[in-house]
């Protein structure tokens, strides 16, 4: 029993990361993206609700009334967009590289 634990003391002291801070880091930004999204869709149900009293409310020049409104969106959105894959691809990458490392101690 003595060199189980001992094996697993070495184990631990040869890591150059800390793997509960890393887990915590992926955590956050998975949390993270997802608030990001949540907050991208609010802003969608907004310039949703924006476009739809610019169509019903429009004199007779639709595109030029509706052109800010699109390009404000887009502008909103995609950035959430990106953030969130982003985000995704971080949390996701930090629990591969975290396998990928223990795998090839475990040889």
Do not use: C
């Amino acid at each position: 029993m003595s060199e189980m634990s001992d094996n697993t003391i070495v184990e631990i002291s040869d890591l150059y990361h800390r793997p509960q801070r890393m887990i915590r880091v992926a955590n956050w930004a998975n949390i993270l993206s997802w608030v990001v999204l949540v907050v991208a869709g609010l802003f969608l149900v907004f310039f949703v609700s924006a476009i739809y009293v610019t169509i019903t409310q429009s004199s007779n020049n639709l595109f030029i009334e509706l052109v800010p409104t699109l390009v404000q969106a887009f502008l909103i959105l995609i950035p959430g967009l990106f953030l969130f894959v982003t985000l995704q691809a971080i949390s996701e990458g930090i629990y591969l590289l975290m396998d990928i490392e223990e795998n090839t101690r475990s040889k």
